[in-house]
């Protein structure tokens, strides 16, 4: 487990301090595959270095498996930053080392037995997938290959935790996809725990159990990743996830009196297709679909519909009311006027 307790970090910026992170209190717990999302300057990179001591606090504490390791001599730090594996967007391997080279490399630095290092650097090449690029060198591998190379190197000496520095940011589609689904797997099979920090929605959507939100240096919201997208509740966690979402309104849409924008949210228990034709026929009003995507968030799904309601004003508050009762959410739209 990893506790941040009462975690702040000031720099000096033009001889001013300037606050990167503001009073962080966060668990992780083991096993977990953790995300950390927010905009640009949001502090994700220095909270996350605060975590192996690469960022010291200013004030805080951080405990990992219950020891407090602020306070800890530069010796006993190092033994446990070997517990805790790092990985960052430009994968950071030597270009003039092979592949195995590179690997090994984290082995030698923890003297780790001479005659063991070979077989190690096998292992994790195919713990990696990667076995076939043993003496090739950096150059010569793709993004997503290059990355895998880093895991592999970062989970050299065993860790019980993996910190993830926007590590498929510089990677395409494809790579990504691939990176997560090997996260996944190490996470799965080894139980190491991920944090993991990034821009990237779809990235978070697809790989993380919980969420934390983060603006200004705050954390402005924790969440399991299922709710986090189905029922947002911080600004800047609305805006992150409508990212992803993405069913807006058509700018063609112009509303009459008797009309009004609804946006429902259902969780795939509540089917909205049998919630639209019994309102249809309840009440005196029409329903039409102007926009709408289904979602996959750990295999549950989310759907989001935009409809419009017509109707006297009396059975469209009806109709509502029956909708608010039979699907996860529902909302009443600007726009359209
Ligand atoms: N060593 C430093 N000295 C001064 N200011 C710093 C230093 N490191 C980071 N900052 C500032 O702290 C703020 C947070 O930076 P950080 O890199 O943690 O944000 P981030 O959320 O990871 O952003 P990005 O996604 O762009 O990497 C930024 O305003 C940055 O300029």
Redesign the pocket.
Known sequence: MIELKNIGVT?Q?NKKD?Q?VKNVNLTIEEGEIFGIV?P???????LVRVINLLQPPTSGQVLIEGNEITSLKRKELCKVRLDIGMIFQHFNLISGSTIAENVAFALHANHYPKEKIQGRVKELLEMVHLPEKADSYPANLSGGQKQRVAIARALANDPKILLCD?ATSALDLENTEEIVALLKEINEKYHITIVF?T?EMEVAKKLFDRIAFMENGEIKEVRDIYSAFAEPREEITKSLVERVLNVGVPDEVKLSEEEELVKLCYTGEKAYASVISQVSKQFDVVIDIINGKIDYIHKKPLGVLIVILRGGKEEREKALRYMKENVYRVEKLEGGR
């Open positions: 720099f910026q300037f990167a927010g640009s300057g949001a502090g994700k990179s220095t926007e920090i821009h």
